[in-house]
């Protein structure tokens, strides 16, 4: 049939046969192909796995030259039905065994070559080879030749299965290839984890082998160590136990003695038997130690000796502690018979099972009477109880201390002994039996009897003497204080004990270089004697006088000892004492400078004032002339106020009422000070009076009130003025400042005035009665020595208490009066009128005051004569006292004084008239010249009006 007469349906289902009958050839041929190539890789990775799998153990039986492994491994391969050729070549890649395959022998240098897998396919085989290595080095080669049969059938089976099973070949190959690929896939995993396994397997022994402390090696049969632990490898002086692998005894430390290791090794492995010892050894790094080895032939899986297993452990440290148990016991042996105490050893019923002769001779029996004898007959039956309770103690295994018992002899006397009692162990660590070592302490007791008798009559001349004592360590602390501490101070013992010497002492007092500052060593003082303030419990300050010895060389004492007494009283009054005579001295020099001061005012104020009388009040000059003398008035009162120091100012004294004083003058008072400052007055009622000055008193109140308001320095606060009534039946002690001593007994009225400002430390608290000390604007400070001038004159007492920060506290005591209070001023001196215009005898010695007395004298008409002196006064009264009327006389003069001068006039003419004139007040001149017929007083310095007026009153 032709082409032509197929139906088109049928050429096209031809067609579609033939192309798809020419797909599945063409299919079959690539699937054919692939089949080939996919076979290849399977059986090169089959030839891979081998190569891989065996070359590291064929690498070192190849370089160890172990041909009897090397044959079983061949012959372990060649059990392949799939290997029909092994061969192994050297580093060169020549073959190592004869063989009359010419594609083997090339395929060695092939592979040495390339240094890694080689793959040769032939018709019906493939051969495959890889390097050995050793430790990176090439040390030969293996190769494999394995059979391709399979590959051929299944290539003819394709071709014969024609075109009509091409594509279900294709189908069924591509289900297969996928099922055969899921299978070696798992097997690949599976072989992976295999292998993961087995090194981790591997990992785990060595890390065994390395954590046990015992010492492990092995070796195989030609004495060539295989492997050891971490303890091992450390011992040789390597860093890890790979470093020892294929080295001999030869190579190692000890190669002086490889021939001996060697033949105990072949000894073993020939006899199949282990061997034990304890040896003396030198290890590698110097240290000698005792080491208990064990020895053991090493057997593969047939029972064959393939080698030497060895380990051992240092018993150096076991063998010291034997060695030490050894010495002890002898020693325990030689202490327990030689022993100068007794020892008593005794079970757990406490019956005696061993005594030492010491033991014997102090209670009297021998050895063999004390054995087995229970310890109850030789405790004192007062005792008893006391054993008792330490017996079942000592069975609880609490430890017991040691203690004192008396002790029943052979003969009946008691002996006072210490007991150290101990529980004895076995080797085991089992309490086998007590001990007891028993001290005879009669002469301890004896001596401490003597003791307490000495320390009890110490005791009581310490506790009850008058002087504390204190030791002081090393360190400059206080150890020990008798209890008169207490008396004096005001601290227990315990308190004053654990103070460093200089806590409680005064910061003045202890400034670096002074003794006390010294005592914080006092090892490198010898003796010392101090006088310092100490801080009472209650706050105070108390002077006390301490005697410092160094005894520290004597062991008994081992401190500084020192002695000290309360010396306040004598302080206080040695500063009373000192603050007295200051302020008199200071008094002294004020009243000399205001009564030289005066008599230079009393010129310029004469002067200027009999200018005044000479110069009209339009004249242009006559205002200057007024300034002069207003500003010699203002002199005169800053001479007052010297005068109020010196206790010599001129005052008008009546009895008043404190109260009333302060309460008329409070408006003075609040306007002087600023607004921020209040003033609280806390009055005590039905006050005495007192005898004083009440415009002196208001100066005084004055002065202490500015004062603490510009104590407070701008800030807000309050003044407390308070009053009270204060009998005073014994010396009085003021702690700051005072005047003339302690106050007498005697009722007094108290004046307190307490401010909250800043306060004053004790530098400036020691100056503030100074003249002229300030902590204000310069050009003042009179105020406080005036003040103290004044309560002085007023036959007072002054106290003041300040703590920087905390305000000041002034306190004023003034004598009561036992008068009525009077409101009228008293005439000092008497005094006459009628005196008629004469001659006047002026004698000072100061010039500027005779020239001013004379020049307002002859103004209103009275003839003057002067005298320099005294002498010269005395000299012209005896040549004109029947033409002189009235003398001028100077109280103060070099040579004569004005009192020696007025009875010598007065030996002269006992009526002659005699006007005193002085710096000082009138009552100083009144006390001193009041019974000498003076007529009257004119206190420097005086203007032309005062000078007159008191003429005429004559």
Aim: glycine share 6%; proline share 4%; charged share 20%.
């Amino acid at each position: 049939m032709s082409w032509q007469k197929w139906s088109p349906t049928t050429r096209f289902m031809l067609l579609i046969s033939l192309t798809v009958i020419g797909l599945i050839v063409l299919l079959t041929t690539l699937n054919t192909q692939r089949a080939i190539s996919s076979y290849r890789k399977e059986v090169e990775k089959q030839a891979a796995l081998m190569l891989s799998g065996h070359s590291l153990a064929a690498s070192e039986m190849y370089r160890t030259n172990d041909d009897s492994r090397l044959d079983l491994l061949t012959e372990n391969l060649r059990h392949n039905a799939k290997v029909q050729a092994v061969r192994f070549y050297d580093e060169t890649g020549a073959v190592t065994e004869v063989t009359s395959s010419p594609a083997l022998r090339a395929l060695g240098p092939k592979i040495i070559a390339t240094n890694s897998i080689v793959y040769v396919w032939q018709a019906d085989s493939l051969l495959a080879g890889c390097p050995l290595r050793d430790n990176g080095q090439i040390v030969g080669a293996i190769s494999l030749e394995l059979a391709t049969t399979e590959m051929q059938e299944q290539i003819t089976a394709v071709r014969q299965q024609g075109l009509q099973l091409a594509f279900i070949a294709i189908v069924i190959g591509v289900g297969v290839t996928w099922f055969a690929n899921r299978q070696l896939g798992k097997e690949l995993n599976n072989r992976q984890a295999v292998e993961q396994a087995l090194r981790d397997s591997r990992r785990m022994l060595q890390r065994v082998l390395d954590t046990v402390p015992v010492r492990v090696f092995w070796k195989d049969r030609h004495h060539t160590y295989q492997g050891c632990n971490q303890y091992f490898a450390a011992d040789i002086g390597v860093a890890h136990p790979r470093e020892i692998m294929g080295k001999r005894d030869e190579a190692l430390p000890w190669r002086d003695r490889a021939a001996y290791f060697h033949e105990i090794d072949g000894r073993l492995m020939e006899t199949d038997t282990t061997s034990h010892a304890v040896n003396h050894y030198k290890l590698p790094n110097g240290k000698h130690a005792w080491l208990d080895t064990y020895m053991a032939p090493l057997h593969d899986d047939t029972g064959q000796v393939i080698g030497i297993l060895g380990t051992y452990l240092d018993i150096t440290e076991q063998r010291q502690a034997e060695e030490s148990l050894r010495k002890t016991q002898q020693r325990y042996q030689s202490l327990f018979s030689h022993t100068t105490n007794a020892v008593f050893l005794f079970d757990f019923n406490f019956v005696f099972l061993d005594v030492n002769q010491q033991a014997a001779d102090l209670l009297g029996y021998t050895l063999d009477e004390l054995v087995n004898m229970p310890v109850d007959r030789i405790i004192a039956p007062g005792d008893m109880d006391d054993s008792q309770n330490q017996r079942q103690a000592l069975l609880d295994g609490r430890p017991i201390p040691a203690y004192e018992r008396w002790l029943i002899c052979k003969d009946g006397q008691l002996v006072p002994v210490e007991i150290n009692v101990s529980l004895v162990y076995d080797e085991n660590g089992d309490p086998s039996h007590i001990q007891s070592i028993v001290h005879d302490i009669s002469d301890r007791k004896q001596a401490e009897q003597t003791l307490r008798n000495s320390e009890r009559r110490f005791r009581a001349l310490i506790e009850n003497g008058y002087d504390t004592v204190a030791l002081v360590n090393k360190d400059g602390t206080i150890t020990y204080t008798s209890p008169v501490t207490t008396r004096l101070l005001g601290y227990t013992v315990e308190e004053y004990v654990g103070h460093a010497i200089g806590d409680l002492v005064h910061p003045a007092d202890k400034e670096p270089g002074s003794i006390v500052d010294k005592l914080r060593h006092p090892t490198q003082i010898e003796a010392a004697a101090y006088t310092v303030r100490v801080r009472h419990q209650d706050g105070s300050w108390r002077w006390v006088e301490a005697i410092a010895t160094n005894m520290f060389a004597d062991p008994s004492v081992g401190a500084m000892v020192i002695n000290f007494r309360d010396v306040t009283a004598r302080q206080e009054a040695e500063e009373a004492l000192r603050q007295t005579q200051k302020l008199e001295s200071l008094g002294i020099m004020s009243g000399g400078i205001a009564h030289d001061f005066n008599n230079l005012l009393t010129a310029m104020l004469a002067q200027s004032s009999l200018l005044q009388t000479k110069i009209a009040v339009t004249d242009p000059a006559r205002k200057h002339v007024d300034r002069i003398v207003k500003a010699a008035d203002r002199a005169a009162n800053l001479t007052q106020q010297l005068l109020a120091y010196s206790g010599r100012g001129q005052f008008d004294i009546q009895p008043i009422n404190l109260n009333q004083v302060i309460e008329d003058n409070l408006h003075l008072f609040e306007v002087a000070i600023p607004k921020n400052v209040q003033v609280v007055l806390q009055l005590t009622p039905t006050l005495p009076l007192v005898e004083g000055d009440p415009g002196q008193i208001q100066q005084v109140v004055m002065n202490l009130i500015i004062n603490a308001a510009e104590a407070m320095n701008g800030r807000n606060g309050r003044i407390h003025i308070q009053t009270s009534y204060e009998p005073i039946s014994s010396p009085h002690r003021v702690a700051v400042s005072y005047t003339d001593g302690l106050l007498p007994t005697h009722q007094y009225v108290a004046l307190t005035i307490h401010d909250d400002g800043i306060g004053m430390d004790e530098q400036t608290l020691a100056k503030i009665f100074d003249p002229f000390f300030t902590t204000k604007a310069t050009g003042r400070g009179l105020g406080l020595a005036a003040a103290l001038g004044i309560v002085r004159s007023h036959k007072g007492g002054l106290q003041v208490f300040s703590t920087l920060g905390s305000g000041t506290t002034f306190k004023l005591y003034f004598p009561a009066s036992v008068s009525l209070a009077t409101n009228g001023r008293q005439p000092v001196l008497p005094s006459t009128t009628g005196m008629k215009q004469g001659t006047v005898l002026v004698i000072d010695d100061e010039e500027g005051v005779r020239e001013s007395a004379g020049d307002i004298l002859e103004t209103v008409g009275w003839r003057v004569l002067t005298a320099v002196d005294g002498r010269s006064g005395i000299e012209l009264y005896q040549a004109h006292h029947h033409a002189i009327s009235l003398v001028l006389l100077d109280l103060s003069m070099p040579g004569l004084s004005g009192r020696e001068t007025l009875s010598e006039l007065q030996k002269i003419d006992a009526s002659v008239r005699v006007i005193l004139s002085s710096g000082y007040s009138e009552a100083e001149a009144a006390q001193s010249l009041g019974k000498l017929g003076v007529k009257g007083f004119l206190q420097k310095p005086y203007s032309l009006e005062r000078l007159v007026a008191v003429m005429e009153s004559i």
